[in-house]
């Protein structure tokens, strides 16, 4: 009993503030007290009252909270609300929240330490974190879109979304603005998109306008060099494809004649400098029809050359795997007629586009952050400390993903107007890949070492990649060795256990088949999954997203779809090169879709710099703190890097990398 002092903050976007009164209640251990009627809060705002208590009420563990309106239900958006007391002398306690409080029904706050299930010995938590998983499950439910092999949320348009999922203001007006901008720039290309095709290369420079970057413009400058070719398989859009060859591929058939390019290869490879990019998965996809025209697509190798001073270097390029009972498809080199080299390499680039938007984008990043989220709210109460710490990572995952799946991959979005994936077989391509997500393959330490690129000094995804995930993992472990001090406790904690296989089995559909774990057995391996979680939502995603601006913003180096069929002489001219890549609508629609999804977001959180302080202890506070100090100093050991590179490499700059797959 005594005299509290209660602040309550409200967020600070637009419609935060509300209308209506607000009644508040204290709990404790003991008992529970009104706290009275809030006046109507305002949108980004600190109100501080205080409140003499009579009751006694022990340790401090819910606020409740009831919004109460007359006509219309007004939202409110919530920070946190904290509590002093009793007297000057009494602790501290901070109830977070960080949602939209609607409606008339009663909101309980826990106190924001976190708990598990094994901490909470008294069962204090126990009615509350049961009816709120209850209800979550019921908001947050699965579904299936077009029975590929990786679940998704419930919402087949953004108002079935639960409404804290939805963008709040200031992004939603950043996203809808550049939707607006990307139509309008469509219409004022009408002249160039009614021509049927480009004339020479040249003219793709008539798309190429709306904020390029200083790389775009170096790649339409340097996009033909083999070096900057081979550079992209090592740091460029994406990454994911590259590895180093342990034998000479079994698709690799080589024509007559041929035979010294064998014996060339054969040596890298006895060197242990011969690396490949295999398309196989397009092999069999079908391909496209835009607008009646039937589109191409190709299943590259590419074989390729580490130099000693890092440079990568194609050797060879087969565009299609070997037909029994035909001869086996041409392979290109760097030796042939300019104009074939040049139109085997935009096969390669277009293949990778496919690949880099379905595999490593789309499903490595956007699908695996929703299952991520959506297995986090079903599982995990507000009060559990993985909660906490993962809920960062989720801010507006459901909301890209569902416009993606309405205006990029659903029907008549831009994958069918214009990817050669397009029209169905992107679905498909989704299904084949996913058999190919395995447990290692998100984690970089095991995928760079299966990949063979973990001593590839010029592969600065790669070092970056593992320097992140090191900064993420310790940040991790230290948060939950806060609440998890032996293994038993990982075990014991039927919450933690249930998001895990919630992850593996559900959302993944049966991924312990791909190495996914089902259960947690120890503090080390927990730490390995939520570490994997995060370097997802947050790295891994930025390391593909970021590029796109500045690889694909050059349309022949990275064409949306193909208009002629994969060559199979050598006898290309520069009319049939012309005829093969996108026209200028096509063009037109990539550009506008790289733009808006992959142009510099004003409204960014980067990773790890987000305001919302979901643990309020002191010591949860102190890991956070040195988590950003050890991104700081990340940041500068790349700036200092980058300094001395020819082309610096970005995507994964602490800075850049936004905190949650939100765009
Ligand atoms: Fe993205």
Known sequence: MGVFCIRVSTGCSLYAGSIDKVHLWLVGEHGEASLGMLPAPQRNSEVEFQVDVPEHLGPLLFVKVQKLHYFLDDAWFCNWISVKGPGDQGAEYRFPCYRWVHGTRILSLPEGTGCTVVEDTQGLFRKHREEELEERKSLYRWDNWKNGGILNVAATSLSDLPVDERFREDKKVEFEASRVWGKADVLLNFPI?????????????????????????????????????????????NPMVLRRSTQLPSRLEFPR?????????????????????????????KANVIQSRQQYLAAPLVMLKLKPDGQLLPMAIQLELPKTGSDPPPIFTPTDPPVDWLLAKCWVHSSDMQLHEIQSHLLRGHLMAEV???????????VHPVFKLLVPHLLYTLEINVRARSDLIGESGFFDKAMSTGGGGHVDLIKQASAFLTYSSLCPPDDLAERGLLDVQSCFYAKDALRLWEVINRYVTGIFDLHYKTDAAVRNDHELQNWCREITETGLQGAQKRGFPVSLQSRAQACHFITMCVFTCTAQHSSVHLGQLDWFYWVPNAPCTMRLPPPTTKDATMEKLMATLPDPHQSTLQINVIWLLGRRQAVMVPLGQHSEEHFSSPEAKAVLMKFREELAALEEEIEIRNKSLDIPYEYMKPSLVENSVAV
Not at 270 to 281: K, M, N, Q, R
Not at 372 to 382: E, I, K, W, Y
Request: hydrophobic share 40%.
């Open 193 to 237: 998109n009614s021509l049927t095709s480009w004339k020479d290369l040249d003219d793709f420079t008539w798309v190429f306008k709306l904020g390029r970057t200083k790389l775009a413009e170096r790649v339409r400058s340097s996009w033909k060099e083999d070096a900057f070719f081979g550079y992209q398989f090592l740091n460029g859009a």
């Open 372 to 382: 991520f989220s959506v297995a986090t709210r079903r599982t995990l109460p507000s």
């Open 257 to 285: 004649g041929m035979e010294k390019l064998q014996a060339k290869l054969h040596k890298e490879l006895e060197e242990g400098t011969l690396f490949e990019a295999d398309f196989s998965l397009l092999n069999g996809i």
